[in-house]
């Protein structure tokens, strides 16, 4: 397991206090966000000096139905081999559905969604899991998601999930203590549970980073200050096991090199302090012991998803001992050996990419919320990404927000309600501008004016015609069905 220390996430708005701190050992790099052959300046900087960079994949989307991208993984390995990363890191989690698998147009989250709990979910992304390993050149490790929504009829909690797909496949875990937290809010699962659960000797590195709670939904923004419940799971993680590294994620209202620096300090005085916890408290229990030499496995009790915890608007009932120990008798058997990811199981790709379309199309397309989850909190995950959207597309299309001033944000998220992302976040800039236009918008004849130059030179096309705008209008109706 490679060693790694303290490190935090690399943006270019905060290139230069990154540079600028001490103690760094190493950063973390959005895949998505470089070029293999075009590095940017800070990072070939931080490896001269002998900083690790690990890119961090968000595209993949290796919980879906769909089997990964060849380019995409080719993309991702070639990052790693140009930045010399020890590992490459990405998402239990789906991104996008739709398409082949279901006979529907493919539709993309622009974020990233939780994969139901279910041994279908699982057999699925053990093959994907194994087709990416095979792929790429270095050790792959997946993260943890936070989330806002549950899926109805899971089988496992997070943490026998986790534990199943390290069995399987090896996969190494990237656990972030924040988004522990955020399910602890969102879904009633309890942090130490989680943790008692999982192999923490499979831990690559954990990711801690900041959120805030609106109305009693915890929002995990990356762009607030690091909570001290999140420091709490950091410092019980870090009882268990001294994690190889620990990176401080910020991904917007970016604070002064300061404010970064204390949180790093605080971050490394929880890991000091659990430490010294660890090794004279001898309190016994999980999670409560001496913490475990490194690469040692920790014993743990399976359990079920929290007793009370809300799941789909409802109450999971307490699980006895027996049911407990009944329900490892439902996982499929592997047909490799020990230690081997199984084939899905006959349908399991189809029943699985129907599910994450249903949800998917609620979600980005206001088509009707699939049975068994809670309307209420698919609206707060609605609304979040349409919000997310906005956000982004006026970070890669500053232009647009410029044009349009203080109408941008309204005009966007009203577009966004009934027209899904299908082109990632460039040509969605390119199709709001498109809808715009289409619609004799904006009024001002000089800011139309400007805007039809700013699409066309993107677009290379002229504002499309009647019967043009017929045909997308159909197109997104049938979206919508």
Avoid at 52 to 66: E, F, I, K, Q
């Amino acid at each position: 397991m490679t060693e790694l220390g303290i490190g935090i996430g690399w943006r270019p708005e905060i290139a230069d206090a990154v540079e600028g701190l001490s103690g760094i050992d190493w950063v973390e790099v959005v895949a998505e966000n470089i070029c293999a052959d075009h590095l940017p300046d800070s990072l070939t900087r931080l490896r001269e000096r002998g900083v690790t960079v690990v890119p961090h994949g968000v595209s993949l989307g290796l919980g879906g139905a769909d089997r990964p991208d060849p380019a995409r993984l080719a993309a991702l390995g070639e990052k790693a081999v140009a930045l010399g990363a020890p590992l490459v890191t990405e998402h239990i989690a789906f991104v996008r559905a739709g398409g082949p698998l279901t006979a529907t147009p493919q539709l993309e989250a622009g974020h990233l969604l939780p994969v139901p709990r279910t041994w279908d979910a699982l057999d699925v992304l053990c093959e994907n899991i194994r087709i990416a390993q095979d792929a790429l050149p270095v050790p792959l490790a997946l993260e943890n998601i936070a989330a806002l929504v549950s899926w109805p009829g899971e089988e496992m909690s997070e943490g026998r999930f986790l534990a199943e797909l390290v069995e399987r496949t090896g996969v190494r875990l990237l656990i972030d203590v924040a988004n522990l937290h955020t399910n602890h809010v969102n879904r009633g699962e309890d942090p130490a549970r989680a943790l008692s659960e999982l192999p923490v000797e499979a831990i690559a590195y954990v990711h801690v980073a900041g959120g805030v709670e609106r109305d009693g939904v915890w929002h995990d923004t990356h762009a607030h200050p690091v909570p001290a419940a999140v420091l709490d799971v950091l410092a019980d993680l870090a009882s268990r096991v001294a994690p190889p590294g620990v990176l401080l994620e910020r991904d917007d209202d970016f604070p002064p090199a300061e404010e970064l620096a204390d949180e790093l300090r605080a971050i490394r005085a929880t890991l000091t302090g659990a430490g010294a916890g660890a090794q004279t408290a001898g309190r016994g229990g999980p999670g409560h012991g001496v913490r475990a030499p490194r690469g040692a496995a920790v014993a743990t009790q399976p359990l079920l998803i929290g007793a009370g915890a809300r799941v789909s608007g409802g109450f999971m009932p307490s699980a006895s001992p027996d049911a407990v120990a009944d329900a490892t008798d439902d996982a499929p058997a592997s047909d490799g050996g020990p230690g081997a990811a199984p084939c899905p199981r006959p349908g399991a790709r189809q029943r699985v990419a129907v599910a994450q379309a249903a949800l998917l199309s609620a979600l980005v397309a206001g088509t009707p919320v699939p049975e068994g989850f809670d309307s209420r909190r698919l609206g707060v995950q609605s609304r979040a990404l349409a919000a997310k959207r906005a956000g982004v597309v006026a970070k890669v299309a500053p232009e647009l927000p410029g044009i349009l001033g203080k109408d941008y944000r309204p005009a966007f998220l009203a577009y966004a309600r009934s027209r899904p992302m299908n082109g990632g976040y460039r040509r969605d800039a390119l199709d709001f501008a498109e809808h715009l236009l289409v619609a004799g918008r904006p009024e001002d004849p000089a800011a139309r004016r400007r805007l039809t130059e700013w699409w066309q030179d993107r677009s290379g096309s002229r504002p499309p015609g009647r019967a043009a705008r017929l045909v997308r209008a159909a197109r997104h109706a049938l979206v919508r069905k």
